[in-house]
C-alpha cells in the first residue's frame, strides 16, 4: 500500500520567508509525527498529533513552528520568517496508534539562504 | 532527559558480520527500535524490543537488555545494499510516552 508521502521533496527560500511542508499519512493512521533532521545526526521530535489535536508539542523550537491537522490526516507544518538555521529535512511518520511502529516518509529538504 | 549512545561510524566486508551497539540512559523505558536510512531517504523500521532478549528477522537481528541500557544491532551475510546509517531510538515515558529520540546514528560502510 501507499506509504507516507510529503510535499514538497525540496524547498528553497530566502530568510525571512513562510513555508509551508505538507505531510500525507498512511490510511488509517491516527498518529501522525514531525521531525527534524540536520546532517549527520538523528530525526529530532517536533510535535505530534493523535487525530486532529497536537498531543505534544515540546519540540517545536519557537513560536515561528506552527503544525496543524484540521481534519485528522494530511498535516502542515508552518514556519514563518524563517532563518539559515532552519535548514534541514523535515521528515513526517505515521503510525496506526501513538505506541505502535512509525512509519517515515521520505522527507522535505529545506533550504533557506 | 534521555542519552543515547552509538558509533559514529564503522566499515565491514560483504558476506561479513557486524553488530551496532547503542547504550542508552532513560526513566520508564517502553521500547527500544533500531531504523535504517540510506543516504537521502526516509528511515526504515527494522525492529523493536521491549523485552530483553534477541529478536530474529532474516539477517538482521536485534539484542535489549533493560538492565544495562544496552541495545546491539546484528547484520549477517552483509551486502552492498547494506552500507546506510543505523538510528537507534528509544521511547521512554519521562519525555511523552509516544515520541521517539534518536541517537546520532551509525554510518556503516560495506565494502567488497
Known amino acids: 500500500g501507499a506509504g507516507v508521502s510529503q510535499t514538497p521533496s525540496n524547498k528553497v527560500t530566502e530568510k525571512g520567508k513562510y513555508v509551508e511542508l505538507r505531510c500525507d499519512p498512511i490510511?488509517?493512521?491516527?498518529?501522525l509525527y514531525w521531525y527534524r533532521q540536520s546532517l549527520g545526526q538523528g530525526p529530532e521530535f517536533l510535535i505530534y498529533?493523535?487525530?486532529?489535536?497536537?498531543?505534544?508539542d515540546s519540540g517545536l523550537p519557537n513560536d515561528r513552528f506552527f503544525a496543524v491537522r484540521p481534519e485528522g490526516s494530511v498535516s502542515t507544518l508552518k514556519i514563518q520568517r524563517t532563518e539559515r538555521g532552519d535548514s534541514a529535512v523535515y521528515l513526517c511518520?505515521?503510525?496506526?496508534?501513538?505506541?505502535?511502529?512509525?512509519?517515515f516518509g521520505p522527507g522535505t529538504r529545506l533550504l533557506v539562504l | 532527559g534521555q542519552n543515547i549512545d552509538q558509533p559514529t561510524e564503522m566499515t565491514a566486508t560483504e558476506g561479513a558480520i557486524v553488530q551496532i551497539n547503542c547504550t542508552y540512559q532513560?526513566?520508564?523505558?517502553?521500547?527500544l527500535f533500531w531504523y535504517q536510512q540510506h543516504a537521502g531517504e526516509a528511515p526504515t523500521f527494522l525492529s523493536y524490543?521491549?523485552?530483553?532478549g534477541l529478536e530474529e528477522k532474516g539477517r538482521f537481528s536485534s539484542f535489549l537488555s533493560r538492565s544495562k541500557g544496552y541495545s546491539y544491532l546484528l547484520l549477517k551475510e552483509l551486502q552492498m545494499k547494506d552500507s546506510a546509517s543505523y538510528l537507534c531510538?528509544?521511547?521512554?515515558?519521562?519525555?511523552?510516552?509516544?515520541?521517539?529520540?534518536f541517537g546520532t546514528g551509525t554510518r556503516l560502510l560495506v565494502s567488497p
Open positions: 498529533f493523535q487525530g486532529t489535536g497536537a498531543a505534544d
Open positions: 490510511s488509517g493512521h491516527t498518529a
Open positions: 511518520a505515521s503510525s496506526p496508534s501513538t505506541v505502535e511502529t512509525q512509519y
Open positions: 524490543n521491549v523485552l530483553d
Open positions: 532513560t526513566s520508564g523505558f517502553n521500547g
Open positions: 531510538a528509544v521511547r521512554g515515558m519521562n519525555t511523552g510516552f509516544q515520541k521517539l529520540v
